[in-house]
């Protein structure tokens, strides 16, 4: 695969950088000063909407990184062969830092499901806690990720992706500490940087890969599936090992430091990039809340909320509901992590197939179905047909990158890519949120798992039918007037 970091129609010259000076500002970042200060009353909305998850603390942990990345910033060479083996070497170390970033995304939220039933047993948890921690990180996200297109719109996308990696690293660390207080304090932590990175991945690809969406966006998915997949699999083994669950989660401050130590060696390459962006840079702040008038946004925003609930009670619950069914807490991740391993590889085809079909609508169906299929399974069998639930539902969580290769499609340029994100994943979240709250407490209720497990059906069966709509030619882009057109902009893979 050939790495393009060029844009089309970017100017070789020197260009009038237009915004804050300093910052590693991505092309769709930068404002006119028209819209700047709509932008910022419509950001300042989004960070009331944040709540206290966004703090001064955020701000100066982004500034302070910004510093340490500008440090040792090498200089451009004359020679026009060397100058195309440092742009060849930049864009693959973006990519690098882009593949290590997603791999950090599910690796805490992926190891909590198997760890919840040790985790009740040595902290003492009570059925509230119990019942909130598979729904805290879904929370989290929908009122942390406005935050993240604000913050980036100052800062720009790089480093506040880089200060979301710092804020997971301490999260995941306080995680380690063995009380309610440490477990739900650095859950928070690190459901804040997740979520901001959740935002800024697909911003980032637009921007550094405008011409492989597809392929970028499933290299990216497929290691979240991967990360998904060793943590699930690996978490009680690892729990013993260690001594206890919070040790067991204290384990993934380590890849997170490491996520960060390579996303930030990539600065000075991202920086010279941005520079070469004037054409792009030219695209005017998209606010979200005019967005709240797209059809597209919304069905965009229903299709990630249907795909996000579905994840999360996979990832939350199916443990629980097997290990309640006779299985081991041991071997109920195992299932898991099948799930997961199965999703690892369609994670990559389904985004490069997805974008380069004309229309979306018949893969976004199919993945309902089978996806409804799976969990149909669990409600048949769930102990002997077990890893063909797994199967059938690792297949079905396709639609997860199939989503997130719309919003890159469908936002028809970096603002309008990072507008849409922000929106779909800020709102989509909090109607994902219902699902991990619903299945638990019916499940403990009913002191069964049929009913939930039936809606989940219908669940994934509404997700089908919201993504093929989304999924059609006829919706446009944000970048069309109006945020809809009649013909669908060309398709970047």
Do not use: C
């Amino acid at each position: 695969m050939t790495i393009s970091l060029d844009r089309p129609g970017a100017s070789r010259g020197k260009h009038r950088r237009t915004g804050r000076t300093g910052h590693d500002g991505p092309a769709e970042l930068v404002e006119s000063p028209e819209t700047e200060t709509t932008g910022a009353l419509d950001s300042a909305g989004a960070l009331k909407s944040a709540g206290t998850l966004e703090t001064a603390g955020t701000l100066k942990t982004t500034t302070a990184l910004e510093t340490i990345e500008r440090l040792g910033e090498p200089t451009e060479p004359a020679d026009p062969e060397e100058r195309d083996q440092q742009h060849l070497a930049g864009g693959a170390l973006i990519l690098a830092g882009i593949i290590l970033v997603a791999a950090n995304l599910r690796l805490g939220v992926s190891s909590t499901g198997p760890l919840l039933d040790q985790l009740r047993d040595r902290l003492h948890l009570g059925a509230g806690v119990v019942t909130l921690l598979p729904t805290l990180w879904v929370v989290i996200f929908a009122f942390a990720g406005p935050a993240g297109s604000w913050l980036a719109r100052r800062h720009g996308a790089g480093s506040v992706l880089a200060a979301s990696l710092a804020v997971l690293v301490a999260g995941s660390a306080v995680r380690g500490i063995p009380d309610v207080p440490g477990l739900l304090g650095g859950s928070v932590l690190a459901g804040v940087g997740i979520a901001l990175g959740n935002v800024l991945l697909p911003v980032v690809v637009r921007t550094y890969f405008p011409h492989r969406i597809g392929a970028i966006t499933g290299i990216y998915s497929t290691m979240i599936a991967l990360g998904s997949t060793v943590a699930a699999g690996i978490a009680v083994p690892l729990s013993d090992t260690l001594g206890g669950p919070s040790r067991g989660l204290e384990f993934w401050t380590i890849p997170a430091l490491a996520g960060l130590a390579l996303w930030m060696a990539s600065h000075p390459h991202r920086r010279r990039h941005d520079r070469t962006a004037a054409t792009a840079a030219q695209a005017p702040h998209i606010p979200l809340k005019s967005l709240a008038k797209s059809k597209l946004a919304w069905a965009m925003t229903v299709a990630f909320g249907l795909q996000s609930m579905s994840g999360y009670v996979v990832m939350g619950w199916i443990p629980t509901v097997l290990h309640d069914h006779g299985m081991s807490s041991a071997a109920a991740g195992t299932v898991l992590s099948v799930t997961f391993a199965v999703n690892a590889p369609l994670s990559f085809i389904v985004p490069l197939t997805a974008a380069r079909l004309p229309s979306q609508r018949l893969l976004a169906m199919a993945l309902g179905v089978v996806f409804a299929l799976g969990f149909g399974t669990l409600i048949v069998a769930p102990a002997s047909l077990a890893y063909l639930a797994a199967v059938l539902i690792g297949i079905g969580m396709a639609a997860f990158p199939l989503v997130l290769t719309m919003i890159g499609l469908r936002g028809g340029s970096p603002a309008g890519t990072a507008a849409l994100s922000a929106f779909s994943q800020s709102a989509g979240y909090l109607i994902a949120a219902m699902g991990p709250i619903m299945f638990g407490l019916l499940g403990h209720a009913l002191h069964s798992w049929t009913v939930p497990l039936a809606i989940m059906v219908v669940v994934v069966l509404a997700q089908g039918v919201v993504a093929a709509y989304v999924g059609s030619p006829k919706r446009g882009t944000l970048a069309a007037p109006g945020g809809e057109s009649d013909s669908m902009a060309p398709a970047a893979n």
